[in-house]
């Protein structure tokens, strides 16, 4: 079956222009994560749901990034009046969890880049 | 901060097996090692994980020391498509429960 895909695979910003990248997890899946990947670095947590509750958002870095996922399938991450310091490679994983294990499963990612 | 530490660099020759070494001496009981990899331009893939014995899958086999303070991944038969950042992570495998990672090993597979 499909794997976890993310949209658009690259963006390019002015600084202070709004973003919003989406992800579509397995079919299925409760979980969903989302992490942030500087060059050279592994990535880091930014928020969790499980279905459509965001249980953990404490790794979002200001009240400029705000993620969402209302049907509990589908999740975009909005980043607002983006920064230069935003620039990175944005990831969505998801897990079934459950008996089915809870492996996460990632995307291609988003690569974005603030001009 | 992770909890793992790894070399940041290996280079292994095709054919032959990779040894990637990880150190994790503050692991918990209930704490997993778990093993993903990073292929240039795409995002992590699981490998492998364990709890204390060994274990061996299609693509690769985990083995845990005694006191689960380390543990080395193993790729039998390394080849040029297995280059890619490999991560050490330790966690407890609880629903949304997130992954730590570090800066990993880069592994090169030398024609």
């Known amino acids: 079956g499909a794997g976890v895909s993310q949209s658009p695979r690259y963006k390019v910003a002015k600084r202070g222009q709004d973003v919003a990248l989406r992800c579509d997890p397995i079919?299925?899946?409760?979980?969903l994560f989302w992490y942030q990947q500087a060059l050279g670095q592994g990535p880091e947590f930014l928020t969790y749901?499980?279905?459509?509750?965001?249980?953990?958002k404490s790794g979002l870095p200001s009240d400029r990034f705000f993620a969402e996922r209302p049907e509990g399938s589908v999740s975009t991450l909005k980043i607002q009046r983006t920064q230069q310091e935003d620039s990175a490679v944005y990831l969505c994983?998801?897990?079934?969890?459950?008996?089915?294990?809870?492996?996460?499963?990632f995307g291609p990612g988003t690569r974005l880049t603030v001009l | 901060d992770a909890k793992t530490t790894q070399p940041p660099s290996m280079d292994c020759a095709e054919g032959r097996a990779a040894n990637l070494p990880c150190n994790h001496s503050?692991?918990?009981?209930?704490?997993?090692v778990y093993w993903y990899r990073q292929i240039h331009s795409q995002g992590p893939q699981y490998i492998i994980h364990?709890?204390?014995n060994n274990e061996t899958n299609e693509m690769a086999s985990l083995i845990i020391t005694e006191d689960r303070k380390s543990s080395t991944l193993i790729l039998p038969h390394a080849t040029l498509r297995d280059t890619a950042v490999y991560y050490c992570?330790?966690?407890?495998?609880?629903?949304?429960?997130?992954?730590?990672f570090g800066p990993g090993t880069r592994l090169s597979v030398l024609p």
């Open positions: 994983a998801s897990s079934l969890d459950g008996a089915g294990g809870n492996e996460q499963f």
């Open positions: 364990g709890l204390k």
């Open positions: 992570i330790v966690r407890v495998p609880y629903y949304g429960q997130n992954f730590v």
């Open positions: 749901f499980q279905n459509e509750a965001q249980l953990d």
């Open positions: 503050t692991i918990s009981g209930n704490e997993y």
């Open positions: 079919s299925g899946h409760v979980s």
